[in-house]
């Protein structure tokens, strides 16, 4: 993929998160140490880890979900660290996020239509012209337009997302957050939905910061991968050049544990793997 030369939109430097450690007078926790990337607009970077590395508490950052104990997050020039809510408010419009989980994304008692009018009222969009842009939104994740009175429950794990992602890109934002967003997916739905990722940011140059502890997934998607490891950065650069040259042995371990369907393939990594045990 060619990634797009612009003015960063999102600069991350030096972010610490701590979080309080357990029992009486136990010291702080810190689960992110010296995190710093860049993402220009329209523009992946690609978040792997293991469960537990710190790739969701970096997205709640960038979301202003989580206090930043120090480093400076800013969005478009502007540092976002310590904005007050009304800033928030704004910023909500340029920045959304894709969960995980499309079964409890979405308000089981709200039809797909006012699921989708409701980021566009509560930006002050009129209701009735909210309910007209149901359709155009609805056509650019490939539903059928008659989803829109339908509920959740009708909708299979695929359909769904692509639901959560008509809702985020309803305000046509800069910056999606995009946290596991096809790890509850079969692998045909992950890709289709991989696809239509694709295909937005293709069709309005938003950029995403894309969390997945699959590395086989990031690289079909990003630009630029980041690997994260208890908290640390431990390798960040090019898509190609990690998965193609990984230089840290923890990233080594994640590509080869990324599932592939070719029997071939499988067979060399099991190989590597093995190789790679006896040599350590
Ligand atoms: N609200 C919280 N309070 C205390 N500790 C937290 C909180 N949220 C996360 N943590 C801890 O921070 C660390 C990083 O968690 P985080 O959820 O960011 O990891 P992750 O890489 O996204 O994992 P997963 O893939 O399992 O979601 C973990 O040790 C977790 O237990």
Known sequence: ????????????????????????RAKPNRVLRDVSFVIRPGETLGLVGESGSGKTTIGRAVLGLVPVSAGTVRFDGRDITRAGRAERRRLSQDVQVVFQDP???????MTIESILTEPLTAAGTDAQEARRRVGALLDRVHLPADAAHRLP?????GQRQRIAIAR???????????????????????A??????????????????FVSHDLGVVRHVSHNVMV???????EHGRAEQVTADPRHPYTRKLLMSAPVPDPAAQRLRREERRALAQSA
């Open 1 to 24: 993929m060619d990634v797009v030369r612009n003015e960063p939109l999102l600069e991350v430097e030096r972010l610490c998160v701590d979080f309080p450690g357990r029992g009486f």
């Open 192 to 209: 289709r939905v991989l696809e239509l990722f694709t295909e937005i940011q293709e069709n309005t140059g938003v950029a995403y910061l």
């Open 103 to 109: 079964y409890t994304s979405l308000n089981p008692s």
């Open 228 to 234: 994260l490891y208890r908290g640390d950065v431990v």
């Open 168 to 190: 985020a890109i309803a305000l046509g934002p800069r910056l999606i957050v995009c946290d596991e967003p096809v790890s509850a997916l079969d692998l045909t739905t992950q």
């Open 153 to 157: 429950r009708e909708f299979s794990g």
